[in-house]
Nanobody, 118 residues
């Protein structure tokens, strides 16, 4: 089991930026970022293993990157909109399946809250 610790959430005004971090306790195969707003399903935001993947709704504004030496994956979020407000989670999955399939992910972080005011 991998321990994941997220950080970097907070409150910003619309148009602002945040960078989320997710530190893993050991090397992982694939890391994904997800978000869940109240009353909504958890949705995939971005993922990476070398190559990067982003949901269409955020790909112009969000960037995923990693620092292998630190076993940390980042999610840079720019031009934030009120619709981006949610709890953001990082998670890991083994080989197989589409990157945006929630059910493929085994280990999850505790979540970090992002609030965007208009």
């Amino acid at each position: 089991q991998v321990q994941l610790v997220e950080s970097g959430g907070g409150s910003v005004q619309a148009g602002g930026s945040l960078r989320l971090s997710c530190a893993a306790s050991k090397p992982i195969y694939f890391m994904g970022w997800f978000r869940q707003a109240p009353g909504k399903e958890r949705e995939a935001v971005a993922g990476m293993r070398g190559s990067t993947y982003c949901a269409d709704s955020v790909k112009v504004r969000f960037t995923i990157s990693q620092d292998n030496a630190k076993r940390t994956v980042y999610l840079q979020m720019n031009s934030l909109e009120p619709e981006d407000a949610a709890t953001y989670y990082c998670a890991t999955k083994p080989y197989g399946g589409w990157w945006n399939e929630v059910r493929r992910y085994n280990d999850w972080g505790q979540g970090t809250q992002v609030t965007v005011s208009s």
